[in-house]
């Protein structure tokens, strides 16, 4: 880690600024527009909108995380907390037993901050939470509390890339590293596979907002981030996820030196046996061409 690096959330806590987003996530969450569906469903009183989440947050593991990014691991991994639920919903979802079914438990504040500050303690690198966006006031509400316990290391936002710019605005300051998805780059595949024709416009939107707030991903002298933007792209079959659009616009709209991870680990899972044409694992082919492609749109970083 960076020893000179401080990350902003301390000084938004000892200016009482965390507090006041805290109370402004807690007043959108009353009338729930967290994410881009905005159901307006009261999640206080336990109504359950798209997401299917309720007041109280759901982990389903919390743990030093050796499989993502290298910049993220590290020596000693990422923390990663698992949250449950999803505002996307894809209907060929990696992790569907958490973000569909909802398996996990559910924790309160103080246990958010406990883990955080137990996971700094094991020696992770940052704090990643997985699938954020529809738990951020809890998230928020669990940071002044971790902070007086010793937190320090950077927050990770690892998202779906379906986000409310509203609530990504009030998170300035607080996250340290954006890690959303870049899923798709035309409306018709977003409504065909999470019901969410507003994706790709939505997400250009977040994303140069994202950008705005971090910039390029920064790494220390051994090669771990401490601050950035870092874009992911799984790569689906037959182009659905519109890899050469999305490249496009990362290196002309955000920067060339934007870190992008291609993935190829595509299996069809869940629901992907209903829609022929993502009903098989990606091909070696298919991988290679999406490579060449964020080559060619002059991207050079993560791939």
């Known amino acids: 880690m960076n020893n000179m690096y401080q990350p902003p959330y301390i000084t938004l806590h000892e200016k009482?600024?965390?507090?006041?987003?805290?109370?402004?996530?807690?007043?959108?969450f009353?009338?729930?527009?967290?994410?881009?569906?905005a159901c307006e469903v009261n999640r206080i009183k336990g109504e359950q909108g798209y997401c299917g989440a309720t007041a109280e947050a759901m982990i389903s593991s919390a743990f030093p995380h050796f499989g993502e990014e290298p910049p993220l691991v590290g020596t000693h991994g990422s923390g990663t907390i698992f949250l449950t639920h999803c505002n996307l919903r894809c209907v060929f979802c990696q992790n569907y037993d958490i973000s569909h079914l909802g398996a996990g438990k559910r924790i309160s504040a103080s246990g958010l901050a406990q883990h955080m500050i137990g996971l700094q303690?094991?020696?992770c690198h940052n704090i990643?939470?997985?699938?954020?966006?529809?738990?951020?006031?809890?998230?928020?509400?669990?940071?002044p509390e971790a902070i007086e316990l010793g937190l320090t290391i950077p927050l990770v936002y690892n998202c779906g890339g379906y986000e409310s710019l509203e609530v990504i605005k009030l998170l300035d300051g607080i996250i340290d590293i954006y890690m959303p998805d870049a899923k798709f780059a035309r409306a018709e595949d977003a409504a065909r596979y999470c019901n969410a024709p507003d994706y790709p416009h939505v997400l250009q939107d977040v994303l140069l907002e994202m950008h705005r707030q971090v910039g390029d991903l920064m790494l220390d002298e051994a090669g771990i981030a401490y601050r950035g933007l870092l874009i992911r792209h799984l790569v689906?079959?037959?182009?659905?996820?519109?890899?050469?659009?999305?490249?496009s616009f990362i290196a002309q709209k955000l920067s060339p030196h934007s870190y992008v991870n291609i993935m190829d680990q595509y299996r069809p899972l869940y629901r992907a046996g209903e829609y022929p044409e993502i009903d098989r694992p990606l091909s070696a082919q298919e991988y290679r061409e999406a490579i060449e492609i964020?080559?060619?749109?002059?991207?050079?970083?993560?791939?």
């Open 16 to 28: 009482k600024e965390l507090r006041r987003r805290g109370k402004i996530l807690e007043e959108i």
């Open 121 to 123: 303690r094991e020696g």
């Open 30 to 37: 009353r009338r729930c527009r967290l994410c881009p569906r």
């Open 128 to 143: 990643n939470f997985v699938t954020p966006t529809h738990y951020i006031p809890q998230i928020v509400a669990a940071l």
């Open 236 to 247: 689906l079959p037959h182009g659905v996820t519109g890899t050469e659009e999305i490249m």
């Open 294 to 303: 964020a080559a060619a749109a002059g991207l050079h970083r993560g791939f």
